[in-house]
């Protein structure tokens, strides 16, 4: 805990077996109250190695996307009491070491969710960004800050923290399923006028880590550019897509597929 916050680290898993370990054993436990990770139907032995390391595992019995993943981990969170979550991607992209730093500025109350952006330095390229999506990563923020009207370095990490709040009020259950749900929680808060925190992260690229292909990287970024649209559009009263009024919260009451959950005394 910090704060008398409780912390919960949420890992969205596929085919994460080669690198879970090696990111898991970088958390520092003292500060984290738990981690739960959401396996999206991998082809490895992610679940396994997952319950072996006893943390808190869910399956999904058909692979349902990144944002669907997003969306199962953060419910677990939820359910599980957590005051602050941190998403960690189980590829060892991002280190696990800043966990208690991120934390920190939620628990404290001075910001409602915290990015590691690998564009604050020069980290990113060091870490073996490829240089045409350092190119899009920089392309894509500019326009995003220019629609948004906001001054972020990075709107593509995949570290991320949240508040309990922010999870539970912004209406995450009416998100893509797939990669632009990152995307799309950004939009969410800053049209409700939270505060989102940045901390400078290393990164690394290797054979291992996780990474989308070219083609699933382009639609990506044309989904991005549909989001600030839509976002600048919905702040001229123009209310489109997940800025209708209708739009869900995540539903809580959803039945979550535990592989692996300790037993409390």
Known sequence: MLNGK?????MP???????????????????????ILVDDSSMDNTKELSKSLKITTIVHKENKG??????????????AGADIVIMLHPDYQYTPKLIP????????????AVFAS???????????????????????TCFENFFLQEKLSEYHTGFRGFTKEVLEKLPLES?????????????????NKYNIGEISCPTKYFKEASSINFIRSCKYGFGVLGVSIMYRLAKMGLKLGIF??????????????????????
Request: net charge negative.
């Open 6 to 10: 409780k912390i919960v680290v949420i």
């Open 244 to 265: 209708k009024n209708n739009t869900l919260p995540l539903d809580l009451n959803t039945e979550l597929t535990y592989y692996y959950k300790e037993q409390k005394d």
């Open 175 to 191: 998100c893509n399923d797939d990669f632009i749900f990152d995307n799309e929680i950004i939009a969410l808060l800053f049209i």
């Open 13 to 35: 898993a596929y085919n994460a077996e080669q690198t879970l370990k090696q990111t898991y054993d970088e958390i520092y436990r003292e500060f984290v109250d738990e981690v």
């Open 66 to 79: 990144y944002g669907a993943n997003q969306k199962s981990c953060y419910k677990a969170a939820l359910k």
């Open 101 to 112: 730093a991120m934390a920190s500025m939620m628990a404290f109350e001075q910001y409602d």
């Open 118 to 140: 690998r564009m604050l330095g020069r980290s990113a390229l060091k870490g073996g960004m490829p240089f045409y999506k350092y190119v899009a990563n920089k392309f894509l």
